[in-house]
T-cell receptor
């Protein structure tokens, strides 16, 4: 079945350092979504990427979708304590209307 | 617009019992998905309903079932509870039938503890 692998599982950074999480699929995706879950909260939608090679930015967050539409990354520049939480990617497949979540990357930021 | 509402927020049950969780989607949203979240396991997909029809089902035993009503509200049921069923159960709604293409709106979840 369709799977999305996400790494790393954990990342502990000093405030001000950069952070990146990666998602990979063995098959071509139709789109990829990113969510953030704060500790004790629920996942909140951040962004969706649809086009091959697409890059989108939200303030300090940069999202990329690979040329082959099999991988994606989320990069945070100069992390802040408000960035703590778990970041999930979710790969979409048109066939079967499937949306599959990665295992998530837990980000901790030391101030 | 009110968000996705899940009830109850917390639940404590004993092994062997059954439980029913409820989810009211955002008004106008006809797709409802359910996820199980446990530490280290991420978001495990349970099932997805659209217009009262189950369209997709995850790899969970038959003890896990669900349904959707004509007003789009959804319930999931877990029978013969096991300790491993302790988890946060999240419901998410979507405005379209192409769930993979539209953002999911999650509720706050129901925290189920099985003792």
């Amino acid at each position: 079945g369709q799977q999305v692998m996400q790494i790393p599982q954990y990342q502990h950074v000093q405030e001000g350092e950069d952070f990146t999480t990666y998602c990979n699929s063995s098959t071509t995706l139709s789109n990829i979504q990113w969510y953030k879950q704060r500790p004790g909260g629920h996942p909140v939608f951040l962004i969706q990427l649809v086009k091959s090679g697409e890059v989108k930015k939200q303030k300090r967050l940069t999202f990329q979708f690979g040329e082959a539409k099999k991988n994606s990354s989320l990069h945070i520049t100069a992390t802040q304590t408000t960035d703590v939480g778990t970041y999930f990617c979710a790969g979409g497949w048109e066939y079967g209307n499937k949306l599959v979540f990665g295992a998530g990357t837990i980000l901790r930021v030391k101030s | 617009k009110a968000g996705v509402t899940q009830t109850p927020r917390y639940l404590i049950k004993t092994r062997g019992q059954q439980v029913t969780l409820s989810c009211s989607p955002i008004s106008g949203h006809r797709s409802v998905s359910w996820y199980q979240q446990t530490p280290g396991q991420g978001l495990q997909f349970l099932f997805e309903y659209f217009s009262e029809t189950q369209r997709n089902k995850g790899n969970f035993p038959g003890r896990f079932s669900g349904r959707q009503f004509s007003n789009s509200r959804s319930e999931m049921n877990v029978s013969t509870l096991e300790l491993g069923d302790s988890a946060l159960y999240l419901c998410a709604s979507s405005p379209t039938d192409r769930v993979q293409r539209s953002p999911l709106h999650f509720g706050n979840g129901t925290r189920l503890t099985v003792t």
